[in-house]
């Protein structure tokens, strides 16, 4: 259901976004955790090792403990109130689009609107929207994700009077070019990849076993998440090391910090201090958080899609009898 069907015209480009939106909520809250712990991965100097005595954390146990120790359960949750803004809202623009592109892509070329190549270009191009429609409130949950004690911003508006005084506007769109870089091949790899699991899954599965099809959507849309996660890594570090800019002594209590000029300059710090493995760090939680977190986009996704064509098609036929 993922994508412009011609023989469905099931969901309509509203109710994609209406999905898209509620997929993104529930998604959020049961994978917060793991984007705290991916991000102060990505953010310390240190190798991410016990042998290191000046690493804060060592690996995910380590640091759930510590995190759970120095900051409490709610550390896990920071910055919840703009990220839940941020896949709200990416959620709705994101599958908006891709519906919207790939519709497009069936009434005016030749090719076919369910091929995974179409499905990688709209894929990409609908998140590379969604990106700057909500990049600003990326920025915002990344610094409170970021942040130790004590507290630099106390809520949500706080932070961006404070940002905005300090840094001016262009802050909130700190670390875009290497986003828009990473995002357009990491999502276009994720539909793409998600209708090519799901094409192998029609041919693989024999009729009589294609009952549990929400477990199937949410084995498929984990399997894409690692994959295109994996290939695009290297640009989310970059991101957010260049979100943080100016907000250096907020990063004092978790290690060292550095200034970045702009990417390449933020490629060539990390290749010379940190090493090729500096730009897979936080690699293993954000493999986990993919897995997890693609895998229930696209079920709750599909779920809700399927939900409202049941109450479409009820109410069609209520009135039918009427």
């Not at 069907?5 to 909520?25: F, H, Q, Y």
């Not at 959020?28 to 042998?51: G, H, W």
């Not at 998440?225 to 290297?234: D, E, F, Q, V």
């Not at 993919?290 to 409202?308: K, M, N, Q």
């Amino acid at each position: 259901m993922v994508g412009y069907d011609p023989e469905a015209k099931c969901v309509s480009t509203v109710e994609a976004a209406a999905a898209g939106s509620a997929s993104g909520l529930v998604t959020r809250v049961l994978v917060s955790p793991l984007d705290v712990i991916k991000i102060r991965f990505q953010l310390q100097i240190e190798q991410l090792s016990s042998r290191n005595p000046a690493a804060k954390y060592h690996g995910i146990s380590q640091a759930v403990q510590r995190i759970f120790q120095e900051e409490g359960l709610v550390a896990f949750w920071k910055g919840h109130v703009p990220a839940q803004f941020l896949s709200v809202g990416y959620g709705a623009v994101q599958f908006m689009a891709f519906e919207s592109l790939t519709k497009l892509v069936h009434n005016v070329t030749s090719y076919n609107a369910r091929d995974s190549f179409v499905h990688f270009v709209c894929g990409g191009l609908a998140a590379c929207t969604a990106t700057v429609a909500v990049q600003p409130v990326d920025t915002l949950r990344t610094r409170f994700a970021a942040q130790g004690e004590p507290k630099i911003y106390r809520n949500l508006r706080h932070a961006v009077v404070t940002m905005y005084q300090a840094e001016g506007p262009r802050t909130f769109y700190r670390g875009l070019t290497p986003t828009i870089v990473a995002i357009f091949p990491y999502a276009g790899l994720q539909f793409s990849f998600y209708n090519i699991l799901q094409q192998f899954s029609e041919w693989a599965i024999p009729a009589e076993g294609k009952k549990g099809g929400n477990v199937k959507n949410l084995v498929c849309g984990s399997c894409a998440g690692i994959i295109s996660k994996t290939l695009t890594y290297p640009f989310d570090v970059f991101k957010k090391r260049l979100q943080v800019g100016g907000f250096e002594h907020a990063r004092a209590a978790f290690g060292q910090v550095r200034i970045y000029r702009g990417l390449l300059d933020c490629i060539r710090q990390i290749m010379r201090e940190e090493g090729p493995g500096g730009f897979f760090k936080g690699l293993s939680p954000s493999l986990l958080k993919a897995a997890v977190s693609t895998g229930l986009v696209f079920f709750w996704y599909e779920l809700f899609c399927s939900l409202l064509c049941a109450l479409k098609s009820a109410d069609s036929t209520t009135r039918t009898e009427g």
